[in-house]
């Protein structure tokens, strides 16, 4: 079987972290002979290019991560195609756990954006939205009972270890911040100062017991990693650049091997927990509380604008390491469980392709 793989490719480590985890779901749960790749933020699906998607692939997947976004976009989410051609594609194609990432101060779908998936949704084998609550964001936009599947980002650490990271101590905590969007992420751009004001103090006490390494995901992110590290001791930030992004499995390590991981982005949250480490969220999007709690692990989440975040997140800390092999047991258990969801709703999809010994 040959898939085209069509998914965000626009610089963002964990859209490609994101991209490794379905790869490596797909291959244990297909008998796969390739596995090909396309930008579906740069690839128009014009009628050539369809023509050559229907004569070289076997199934076309889209997704997962947060392409339901972006109201200026030509079709009011990531997908480059005219709407009209979407009966064109003659091969099963499937959208894979796709986020809905509009904010709350945002407008939502604009109409073309909502015919539109309509259209895909309707034509699609399988149209699923990843576990956050885009479910219901969705629905209530559009009236799409789309299926719920685990952001395959949390297959990431699945049956899967990755090397310690040899320059830092064994003690050690990841602090991943976000900085694109800031008129969104920070309640305002006005109050980003307020925030890494916040942020410092936290890291600063930190420090005092842990080495804390920033870990920036896209390179906007770099800015808000500097301003929080600057004049700290015992504070790091790792080399962006040495992992994007043809080089984001070394990422992995990182997040697997530390005490404890506190995440202002989705995937931020994601592969520490595929790894059954203990996480924090940084909320700063709705869907970041949702998938805490959808996790079974509500209580880890504080707001970033809270103004008492410093207090509370090393409170949270604190109580997340002492509870550390309890939420690895509970999150093996929930991964097996989401593990189970993605398979039975990939076989329920395509009976003909899953092999009796992968089900």
Known sequence: MKILHAYCLNYNLGDYALGYGLKKALRELMPIDLIA??????????????????????????????????AHWPQGWFWLIEKELIKTIKIPFVVYAAGYNYFK???????????????????ARLFSVRNDGSHERLKSQTGINAEVMADPGFWVGRNQSFPWPIELPKDYVVVQLANDKPAHRFGGAQNYQEVVNRLR??????????????????FDDIAISRDVAVGLNNVSIW?????????????????QHAKCVLAMRGHGQII????????????????????????????????????????KVLGLVEQ????????????????????????????????ELITTNQV
């Open 37 to 70: 790749e396309v930008n579906l933020q740069g690839q128009v699906f014009d009628e050539y290019f369809i023509n050559n998607v229907n004569q070289k692939y076997d199934l076309l997947v889209i997704g997962g991560g947060g392409i339901i976004h972006g």
């Open 272 to 311: 520490p927990l595929s790894f059954g480490i203990p996480t924090i969220s940084l909320e700063n999007h709705h869907k970041h509380r949702e998938l805490m709690e959808m996790i079974g692990l509500g209580q880890y989440n504080v707001d970033v604008t809270d103004v008492q975040l410093p207090e």
């Open 105 to 123: 101060d945002e407008q939502g779908i604009p109409e073309r954006g909502i015919a539109h998936l309509r259209e895909t949704a309707r034509r």
């Open 201 to 218: 103090g936290l890291i600063q006490r930190l420090a005092k017991k842990f080495h804390v390494l920033l870990a920036p995901h896209v």
């Open 239 to 255: 080399s962006f650049s040495d992992f994007a992004f043809d080089k984001v499995e070394k990422i992995f390590g990182y997040y």
């Open 320 to 351: 997340a390491i002492t509870n550390r092999p309890s939420i690895y047991t509970h999150l093996t258990e929930r991964l097996d469980l989401l593990w189970k969801g993605t398979s039975d709703t990939i076989h329920a999809a395509f009976p």
